[in-house]
């Protein structure tokens, strides 16, 4: 059996964190009051390993009031797979220019459609609104996750909002045989332009929930501490193998001034059959695979990173993964 060799992985984090004013029309962009910080809670991940990212932005040395933060995901190929809105302490309550009214699975015709199959394709429909008479460039993005928080599909498109008008936004995404089963996530948001771009969230993003084969329950979306943001995200089976060491850049813009940071992180040369990352490959792996053997993604013994054959379940192809290479060293 041909091996799978984890190379090193790390992802780009591109993040621009915002207060909504009016004011952020403005350009001002001096860089001393406002600071944020960006970390991630490991320095390094395995194979379909979660990964956190939270930080903290400052006025004047004090927490930000109400704030968002836009995270970019992009991987080394530059390629985004993940673009999210988050609040930092508790979303802005002021009138918003551009809003992201909702977000609806749905099938081809735009019809409401709530239950997807895996190798298969499904639609989103998000509409957006230009609160303001004069027209507005939008860059508005959705994206997908599967019960894991598992990326499944981004798609964007840029593009100008008449004045006091709705547009809609409606996209497909085809559901890959390896996504976990269960209820997953879509989100959708208008951004300035890219985080990556210097660009920011122009409101709170709409999300809804969606099943994939079978309902389960979704995982809880991360605990907000007082003036932090954060976000949670698996790495998708097929980035792991091909990504290199990479960076996390954080951009803030809040009540008219600037401030910008980053940091870096990898993922561990792997096999992914060596769950314990002895680089060897012996009993112990087997029991990881055996001891969830039948184990699906909407049950209550279900772990992606044992999922070596991404199909949603725990079963002989693992198996086999993992005893067709026993006692191989790398």
Known sequence: MKLTV?????????????????FT??????????????TTDKSSYRYRQAVNVYGNVTYEGQQVEEGLVAIQVEDSMSQTIVLRTVPSNTTPSMPLTIETVSIIPCNASGHPKDNFARNARAYFKATVRNNVPLDESVLVVVNIFDIDLTPIGMAWVKLTIPGNQEIFFMPSMWIEDWVSTGTALATANAYE?????????????KTANFAIEEHASQSPPPTQST???ELTFR?????????DTH???????????????????????QVPEDFDLNHIIEIYDVVKVTGIYGAKSSGPKWNPEIDLYPDGQIGIYDLVRVTGIYGSTY
Do not use: R
């Open 6 to 22: 984890m190379k090193s992985l790390s992802v780009i984090f591109l993040l621009t964190l915002i207060t909504l004013a009016w």
């Open 25 to 38: 029309k403005l350009g001002i962009s001096p860089f001393e009051p406002l600071e944020a910080t960006v």
């Open 193 to 205: 332009d890219w985080p990556k771009n210097n660009g920011y969230p122009y409101c709170p993003e």
């Open 227 to 229: 003036g932090n943001y």
């Open 235 to 243: 790495i998708p089976p097929h980035e792991a193998p091909y990504s």
């Open 247 to 269: 960076f996390v850049y954080v951009g803030a813009f809040s009540q008219g001034w600037k401030a910008l940071q980053n940091t870096t992180f990898s993922v561990e040369y």
